[in-house]
């Protein structure tokens, strides 16, 4: 019998699952920080939702603690690298809400299309306003689905249903999996020129916030209805608040706000904007499959036995030689989707030197982890990559060879149209990113960066120093490499902050830059 500590309300039929198998169920609810520190020491389980902080000293406290159950999608509030580090496992119920949320967006664009709650207002008011509240139909008209993942594939299927007209952004589906959908794959821009209703299904990284900004809807079709049920921040309230002012955007549909709770905004003036106070997720069924799935899982980790929504791997569960590679892996993942501005629909990961005696699959998982990370709208897990990547329509090969002609070890992934390899290097054995683009480099992985391919020819250096100095920019490191045959150079760069759009936007059409890249490696 293990002892499972519960630190937020759970469905009842979650506590009798894990009570009927044995175990002594403490719920404790409404802890403060040091109360949980307290609290948790013996525990074996630790089930949470979203506003219980599992950080580095709750996890150092819980010494027996085996797994950390998160009854929901987002992993926010837990530190799964402290939690890596200790042999801790991480689990979530990834599928708990997912049909939840489409389903609340379809009420959502219904409810913003019809006015139906303010014209239920007007009529609470002793109101009767039939010619104010007249609205539009949704048949025919085309929706654009920004994040073609599991919720935004279900309101796929559902407004197909209504006879809506399907387009989609997601670099990281191919064309052939959103063709079997009815879906159109497009450009941003291209998406909100034609769209007359948007629905966006991303996560929160540091790619998508703000994604929705007044550049953005500046070219939209005129008239745009924006609707968003996944992650507050996404919109620019700002740029959303002047859109409806000037018409550029119709109305909007809005669970969930840049900073929450949100009981008072701009947006609240408008007749033509809908709000609900984030409830995707809040429905019994919703609430049911989450703690039912968690207490699932938590029994699974006690046991010992495999765990489908394991988000981490135990470091005790990889070899010494392979270990210190995983969040390489993971970083060279994250650039090579950025350097491919998406997804590639074949990917090569080989592996040289010492590391091809080893058992690298959970490195393919990591570099899997990588490539997905700001891509889909849940958490990517060792367990779920491989899925992803075949729900994707990435083909992925592995390769190994023991020599290395110029490293002990080295990681290299392969597109059609790019390549990229790093290595651990020196005593304390620091990442480094080696090569990009067949252009031998030496840079470490940093959170923003920069990779230019230009003419071979002087000059070329200033340019790109005087574009990001224009901006307040500072590099922090720089490495450049010619190509073998001479004709053009790479430069990789990383900065202190994001490049701006205007400057990416200068560089990119700047005399002798042939191709250029934000990447990052967080």
């Not at 509030?77 to 990834?94: C, F, I, L, S």
């Not at 407004?159 to 879906?183: I, N, T």
């Not at 120093?465 to 010619?482: K, N, T």
Request: aromatic letters at 4%; glycine letters at 10%; one cysteine or more.
């Amino acid at each position: 019998m293990a002892r499972v500590l519960v630190t937020e309300k759970l469905a009842d039929r979650g506590l009798q699952v894990m009570a009927d198998a044995g175990h002594e169920v403490d719920v404790r609810l409404g802890l403060s920080p040091d109360e949980l520190i307290e609290a948790v020491r013996g525990a074996n389980a630790l089930v949470i939702r979203s506003a219980t902080k599992v950080t580095a000293e709750v996890l150092q406290a819980a010494q027996g603690l085996v797994v950390v159950g998160r009854a929901g999608i987002g992993l926010d509030n837990v530190d799964v690298e402290e939690a890596t580090k200790r042999g801790v496992m991480v689990v979530n119920a990834p599928q708990s809400n997912i049909l939840s949320a489409a389903e609340h967006t379809m009420a959502l664009l219904l409810a913003q299309a019809r006015n139906v709650p303010q014209a239920h207002a007007a009529m609470m008011a002793g109101k009767w306003e039939r010619s104010k509240w007249e609205g539009v139909e949704i048949h025919g008209k085309t929706l654009g689905v920004i994040g073609l993942g599991r919720v935004g594939a279900l309101v796929a299927q559902r407004a197909l249903a209504f006879g809506m007209h399907l387009c989609a952004y997601d670099p990281y589906v191919a064309p052939e999996r959103a063709r079997k959908m009815g879906v159109e794959l497009m450009s941003l821009e291209d998406l909100v020129a034609v769209a007359d209703f948007i629905t966006i299904h991303l996560p929160k990284t540091p790619e998508t916030v703000g994604l929705i900004g007044a550049e953005l809807l500046a070219k939209a079709k005129p008239g745009l209805r924006v609707v968003n049920v996944a992650r507050g921040g996404l919109i620019d309230e700002d740029a959303l608040v002047q859109a409806l002012r000037t018409g550029q955007v119709g109305g909007a549909a809005l669970d969930v706000f840049a900073k929450e709770p949100c009981t008072a905004s701009p947006l609240f003036e408008f007749d033509n904007v809908v709000v609900t106070p984030h409830l995707g997720a809040s429905t019994v069924e919703a609430q049911d499959k989450a703690g039912i799935t968690i207490a699932e899982q938590v029994g699974l980790a006690l046991a010992g036995e495999f765990v489908p929504f394991a988000v981490n791997v135990a470091a005790s569960e990889v070899s010494e030689t392979v270990r210190p590679f995983l969040a390489l892996a993971e970083q060279l993942g994250r650039c090579f989707a950025c350097l491919n501005d998406g997804l590639p629909e074949h990917l090569e990961v080989e592996y040289q030197g010492g590391l091809a005696g080893s058992n690298t699959s959970i490195l393919t998982l990591a570099v899997l982890k990588g490539v997905f990370a700001a891509g889909t709208e849940e958490p990517v897990s060792y367990v779920n990559a491989p899925q992803l990547a075949a729900e994707r329509g990435l083909e992925v090969r592995e390769a190994s060879t023991a020599t290395a002609r110029e490293f002990v070890n080295l990681i290299t992934l392969r597109s059609e149209g790019h390549s990229l390899a790093g290595t651990l290097s020196g005593s304390r054995g620091e990442p480094r990113i080696v090569m990009v683009d067949d252009h031998t480099v030496e840079v470490p992985p940093a959170p923003h960066m920069l990779v230019v391919r230009n003419d071979d020819r002087p000059g070329m250096i200033g340019v790109v120093g005087m574009a990001l100095g224009d901006v307040g920019v500072s590099i922090s490191s720089m490495a450049v490499g010619p190509s073998r045959t001479g004709n053009t150079a790479l430069m990789v760069l990383s900065t202190d902050q994001p490049i701006p759009d205007p400057a990416f936007a200068l560089l990119k059409a700047s005399d002798g830059i042939l191709d250029i890249h934000r990447l990052t490696s967080i």
